[in-house]
């Protein structure tokens, strides 16, 4: 079976993975996508078709090196057609990475109401409905950009890290810093939980949900590549259109 290669282009790195139908076969964090990185992807791996998404910019050069290399490409748009529906006043302005986590959701729990939760620099909550439809979702700040806002808009607070001991009420400095961070995510989703019907499921991803999923009150499946595993349902999707 023939390779597929889904490029999520981060604000600082990209992730880059190789599915082969709907398995992972290799996956690696790039910062810097190069023309030179591309071409030893391609000359590793031979992929057959490729999809890119970015929050940086439009990835012309991206997808002109993987074409030369005679690579099918194409990129996720606002305008790509998608296994779900998108009811999104603004749908330029939904990011690509979001979409593509929404999917991903929708192809691992079809028919039931999803909450899908990227906990990354920013966190993202969004929900799609048992009958496949994007309703919208929320964004709120990280847990570091949450210790690192106290630290830089006050006087006194120190900076510190989200790992840690995070009591329900802090011992100290730190620990309430922490904690305030820390229980502050698990309460925003706790509470969008509980406004999703009693059988909908609760979808992890992003750098700080294997932190934030054990101390969940809930069930909530946590799936790291999830972004990706979107892309390539996106890509497959488009094969059979």
């Known amino acids: 079976m023939s390779l597929n290669l889904t490029i999520d282009q981060g604000n600082s790195a990209a992730k880059v993975t190789l599915w082969e139908g709907d398995a992972m076969r290799s996956h690696t964090l790039i910062r810097d996508l190069s023309d030179e990185a591309i071409d030893s992807i391609v000359r590793d791996f ?24 005679g690579v099918k490409v194409m990129e996720l748009t606002a305008s790509t057609p998608l296994p779900i529906t998108v009811d999104y006043r603004t749908p330029d302005t939904l990011g690509r990475d979001r979409v593509a986590a ?7 729990a079809p028919g039931r109401d999803l909450l899908i939760a990227d906990l990354g620099t920013a966190v993202t909550y969004d929900v799609v409905t048992a009958d ?3 309703i919208g979702g929320n964004i709120a700040p990280g847990l570091r950009m949450r210790l690192e806002a106290l630290n830089r808009f006050t006087a006194r607070l120190p900076l510190v890290d989200c790992e840690g001991d995070t009591p329900l009420w802090g011992y100290s400095t730190d620990s309430a810093l922490r904690s ?5 995510v698990i309460g925003e989703l ?3 939980r509980r406004r999703l019907p009693a059988e909908a499921m609760a979808i992890l991803t992003g750098g700080d949900s294997e932190l934030i999923a054990p101390k969940l009150g809930f069930e909530a499946l946590t799936r790291p590549h999830l972004v990706g595993e979107g892309l390539n349902r996106i890509l497959r999707y488009n094969e059979n259109i």
């Open 190 to 192: 706790t509470y969008y």
């Open 180 to 184: 305030g961070a820390v229980i502050g």
């Open 102 to 108: 929404a999917v991903g959701a929708w192809a691992l």
């Open 132 to 134: 496949g439809r994007y």
């Open 46 to 69: 031979s992929p057959a078709a490729a999809i890119y998404c970015t929050v940086a910019d439009k990835g012309d050069s991206v997808m002109t090196r993987l074409d030369r290399h």
